[in-house]
């Protein structure tokens, strides 16, 4: 479907960079209302390790895609392009401004690209095969998948079965790997009028703000937020549980692993997972990039906001 005329601001960067508190900022700014594109803010009860805005930090600003999944559920990336896709045409046929915030890659590309993750389909049949295959050859589904699409295989988890078997499904219903599914990022493509900026830091304040944030989690009860839902009876082996310090958490309270050793394996792997977030988007060249070192936050709106409004508004 073309969107013709419906106006997106994005933004996007690693972990930790202050997506969130900027995209309150523009909302307030240019009337606005924000589209979540986080994998793990999508699931309810995952609200602290997903660093999920609570209700004041939205500051009365209405936020999509959180909470719709409950934690033990599948949230496909064909879910989340039918939902934020839906939201956006909601948002601005209310005559405001949506605003996609977050750092998961294969979200923003599901919204912005021409791409419909929805003509893959699916094969029941394909799918029994590879549960009743996996129950007698365990860890044989993510085998295949490295054979025939190494990236997004490097992706999951060895344990998020049910996207393993979606992205084997992908290729068995295409010919083409999922990974090379995510479109070209052309602003030409997108089904929408789009103006995208990203934020940086230098590696160490990231990796700073990084430490910050994880001990900020713990302090705020990330351990008894994730003891609670092993208690409630997730599956810590669900695909929910597999987002950065909800695993290691989850290692930790099974006996896996120490205490230290979980929060040194959340620091090192939220690390690693913001070098692949920078490192996914820089290959688009639709993104205006802001190093966020170089302004204070007021300064930083007021830019985003003059570009947002040039970008979006200024041929109307």
Not at 12 to 28: C, D, H, N, W, Y
Not at 95 to 107: H, V
């Amino acid at each position: 479907m073309k969107r013709d005329g419906t106006k997106l601001a994005v933004i996007v960067g690693p972990t930790a960079t202050g997506k969130s508190t900027l995209a309150v900022e523009i909302a307030k700014r240019m009337n606005g209302e924000i589209v979540s594109a986080d994998s793990v803010a999508v699931y309810k009860g995952l609200n602290i390790g997903s660093a999920k805005p609570t209700l004041a930090e939205r500051g009365g600003i209405p936020h999509h895609m959180i909470d719709c999944a409950g934690p033990a559920e599948s949230f496909t990336v064909s879910d989340y392009q039918t939902g934020a896709r839906t939201a956006i045409d909601a948002i601005s046929q209310n005559g405001r401004l949506p605003i996609l915030a977050g750092g998961t890659g294969l979200y923003i590309s599901a919204v912005t690209t021409g791409l419909d993750f929805t003509d893959a389909g699916r094969d029941e049949n394909f799918r029994k095969a590879w549960e009743e295959k996996e129950e007698t050859h365990p860890g044989s589904a993510i085998e295949e998948l490295k054979k025939i699409d190494e990236k997004r295989a490097g992706e999951l988890h060895p344990n998020d079965f049910k996207r393993i078997v979606r992205a084997l499904e992908v290729f068995h219903l295409t010919g083409v790997p999922m990974s090379e599914q995510t479109g070209e990022f052309r602003k030409s493509d997108s089904p929408y009028r789009l103006a995208v900026v990203g934020l940086t830091m230098p590696r160490e304040m990231l990796y700073g703000r990084i430490e910050n944030r994880v001990d900020g989690m713990l302090r705020e009860g990330l351990v008894e937020e994730v003891r609670g839902l092993l208690e409630g009876g997730l599956d810590p082996n669900a695909p929910s549980m597999q987002g950065l310090g909800y695993k290691e958490i989850a290692d930790y309270i099974n006996g896996s692993c120490s205490f230290e050793q979980a929060v040194y394996l959340i620091k090192q792997n939220t690390r690693r997972f913001a070098k692949r977030q920078l490192t996914w988007f820089k290959r688009d060249p639709r993104i205006l990039w802001f190093d966020v070192s170089e302004y204070e936050q007021n300064a930083l709106a007021k830019e985003v906001e003059e570009y947002f409004r040039h970008e979006l508004f200024g041929n109307d």
